[in-house]
């Protein structure tokens, strides 16, 4: 099964950036969608930012475009989350994800909904001070 560990969070001023990674063991096939889900404080997770582990397409949460930007290294099982200009509403702890679970029927399609995702990292915070 694959496994996801996050890094990279911390503290940072606003206007800052951060890049947070996400390692992955396991087997990743190629067209797996792959993602990125924050969550804050008394609020329920929200996407942030998709990819597949092959191809280019990418989609982005309205409120990140233009400041964050995802990436993947396949060869080192890395995925990246590179965040420029942080405001304070960006603070939460933030998760990786990937759909693990491969059936006839599953959708790769990529996602902005937390269920269609089914392993996700342990999350790691980022607190963007003002």
């Known amino acids: 099964q694959v496994q996801l560990i996050e890094s990279g969070g911390g503290l940072v001023q606003a206007g800052g950036s951060l890049r947070l990674s996400c390692a992955a063991s396991?087997?990743?096939?190629?067209?797996?969608?792959m993602a990125w889900f924050r969550q804050a404080p008394g609020k329920e997770r929200e996407f942030v930012a998709a990819l597949r582990w092959s191809g280019s397409r990418q989609i982005y949460a309205e409120s990140v475009k233009g400041r964050f930007a995802i990436s993947r290294d396949n060869a080192k099982n890395m995925m990246y989350l590179h965040m420029n200009n942080l405001r304070p509403e960006d603070t939460a702890v933030y998760y990786c994800?990937?759909?693990?679970?491969?059936?006839?029927?599953?959708?790769?399609?990529?996602?902005?909904?937390?269920?269609?995702?089914?392993?996700w990292g342990q999350g790691t915070q980022v607190t963007v001070s003002s």
């Open positions: 994800a990937a759909k693990n679970i491969i059936l006839p029927t599953t959708s790769l399609a990529l996602s902005t909904t937390s269920r269609d995702y089914d392993t």
């Open positions: 396991g087997r990743i096939f190629s067209n797996v969608p």
